[in-house]
């Protein structure tokens, strides 16, 4: 069983990090190439809101790791993804930390998803570290 907890965290690590690489992808060279066709601009400027709520929110899974109750879990997972999200859409309502001037409804609602995505995988991976026990 411990051998299954660091494989999960390994996966859930590299996941992150190929997140990132998507990140900066898309920061770098996806945007900047595909300009003249408006549904993939949308669809690519959304995409770091929700990388940044999908990733916060994996990165919040390693909790069920560890060995503490599922209620404490699952506590810690949904509160720091709902207070990821909070920021998230504060942060399209009045910009104040990062370099967005505008707020934008699509921005709003790819981090909505993104959250959603992650407390999802929680949900599997919890069915899934129950079932091993």
């Given at each position: 069983m411990r051998f299954l907890k660091h494989r999960r965290a390994l996966g859930l690590f590299l996941f992150l990090l190929f997140l990132e690489a998507l990140y900066f992808?898309?920061?770098?060279?996806?945007?900047?190439?595909f300009r003249s066709n408006y549904y993939v601009v949308l669809l690519l400027g959304s995409l770091p809101n929700f990388l940044a709520?999908?990733?916060?929110?994996?990165?919040?899974?390693?909790?069920?790791?560890?060995?503490?109750?599922?209620?404490?879990?699952?506590?810690?997972?949904?509160?720091?993804?709902?207070?990821?999200?909070?920021?998230?859409?504060?942060?399209?309502?009045?910009?104040?930390?990062?370099?967005?001037?505008?707020?934008?409804?699509?921005?709003m609602i790819a981090s909505v998803i993104g959250s959603i995505i992650s407390l999802l995988y929680f949900e599997k991976l919890k069915s899934g570290s129950e079932l091993d026990r």
């Open positions: 992808l898309n920061r770098d060279y996806l945007r900047p190439t709520s999908l990733g916060a929110g994996l990165f919040f899974n390693f909790p069920i790791l560890l060995d503490i109750s599922a209620l404490k879990q699952r506590w810690f997972v949904y509160v720091i993804t709902i207070i990821t999200l909070f920021l998230l859409i504060l942060e399209e309502l009045t910009p104040c930390m990062f370099g967005s001037r505008v707020g934008d409804i699509n921005d």
